[in-house]
Structure formats: C-alpha cells, structure tokens
T-cell receptor, first 116, second 114 residues
Framework: GAVVSQHPSRVICKSGTSVKIECRSL??????MFWYRQFPKQSLMLMAT?????????EQGVEKDKFLINHASLTLSTLTVTSAHPEDSSFYIC????????????FGPGTRLLVL | AQSVTQLGSHVSVSEGALVLLRCNYS??????LFWYVQYPNQGLQLLLK??????LVKGINGFEAEFKKSETSFHLTKPSAHMSDAAEYFC????????????FGKGTLLTVNP
C-alpha cells in the first residue's frame, strides 16, 4: 500500500502557541488529503478535506481559523493549530488518496499533541 | 447519508480461534467498504476494501470480508487468531461523493488470549 508520513510524531506546547503538523505522501501523489482528530478510545472525526491547490473544506463545527490547512503540493499538506489550548490536545491523523485509487485513503502514523 | 454500525465494541478470542468482527452499513448508493486496523498510538492500516468487484475480499494478514448486499453487511473474518492481531478495527463506508469521504464505525477492540 501507499505510504504516508507525519511529522512530528508527538509535540508538547504551551497554551497560546501555534503548532504545525506536516503530512507527506511518500510514494504517490495525494490529490486529496484529509485531516482527522481522534479522542482516546474513540473513532476518527473528520476535520477537513483538502484538494491540492484549493482551499480546504471544513466539517461542521470545526473552526477554520483555528485549524489552518494548507495543501500546496501533491505530496504535502500541513495542519496548523493556532493559539492552542489544552482542549486541543488530541491525536491528529492525516490521510491521502491519489488518482490511481480515488476511493482509498492511506493514513499517516498520527501526531500526539499535548497543550499545557 | 451513509453510516456504519460495528456490533460489539470489544471482542475477545483465544489464540487459534475464529475471529469475526461485525459491520453493517447504510448507504443510498452502492458503497465502497473498508476495514482498517489501528495498533496503539499508531495510524490506520488498510486491511482490505470492497469496490464492487468480487463480493469476497481477501486482505492482508489472513483477513477476509464478504459483502452481502441483502444484509447490508461487511463482516471481517480470520480463521485462526494470532496474538499479533490484537488491535482496534474500524469499518468504514464511502458513497463515492464528496472526495470519497469516509464514515467510520466506532471501532471494535480485539483481544487475543493465549
């Protein structure tokens, strides 16, 4: 299967600071990338969908000014959590899909964010 | 609208026993169906997918699933459980619209007893 990486794998930051998470497709061109949030022992919650070169589409209830998503190339998407607060602490997972398998999402390993 | 129901949040089996994880879906159009596995503190790994070809789908690690339209089910099975199969399993459905967005079930935690 296709490979997606995320960086960093875990990050601790102070309340009020911003954190950027990178998501890269390593062996395919991800025309669409997705960002999810997962709380402990729960399923994945889709935050937003982004197509390369376009603005991201956010799910209802997700603050687009707080969770900035950029998908500038076919292999890189970034999620920036601005002015992070303790309630933003979570496990963030990205995924990508390419033209060869539009219907299939390949997931990154996730990023654990802890806001103090 | 699409939805997924995974029956049983926790399934426990003995090593060597049959694994059966249940998934029922709802979709207004022919669906794409997926099973993913998640190990602790890791992302999701694709086990197998159904995309309207053969109804019996074989995946990695000896898992397979059968698409049954009449029952709106896509149950995951493995003939003989291994200790390394212990993980969280998610069933997901896509109706092909909206960039093939996935709707996930709540997950089933599989534990394997020695």
């Amino acid at each position: 299967g296709a490979v997606v990486s995320q960086h960093p794998s875990r990050v601790i930051c102070k309340s009020g600071t911003s954190v950027k998470i990178e998501c890269r497709s390593l062996d395919f061109q991800a025309t669409t990338m997705f960002w999810y949030r997962q709380f402990p022992k729960q399923s994945l919650m889709l935050m937003a969908t982004s197509n390369e070169g376009s603005k991201a589409t956010y799910e209802q209830g997700v603050e687009k000014d707080k969770f900035l998503i950029n998908h500038a190339s076919l292999t890189l998407s970034t999620l920036t959590v601005t002015s992070a607060h303790p309630e933003d602490s979570s496990f963030y997972i990205c995924s990508g899909s390419g033209l060869a398998e539009l219907e299939t999402q390949y997931f990154g390993p996730g990023t654990r964010l802890l806001v103090l | 609208a699409q939805s997924v129901t995974q029956l049983g949040s926790h399934v426990s089996v003995s090593e060597g026993a049959l694994v059966l994880l249940r998934c029922n879906y709802s979709s207004s159009v022919p669906p794409y169906l997926f099973w993913y596995v998640q190990y602790p503190n890791q992302g999701l790994q694709l086990l197998l997918k159904y995309t309207s070809a053969a109804t019996l789908v074989k995946g990695i690690n000896g898992f397979e699933a059968e698409f049954k339209k009449s029952e709106t089910s896509f149950h995951l099975t493995k003939p003989s459980a291994h200790m390394s199969d212990a993980a969280e399993y998610f069933c997901a459905v896509s109706d092909g619209g909206s960039n093939y967005k996935l709707t996930f079930g709540k997950g089933t935690l599989l534990t394997v007893n020695p």
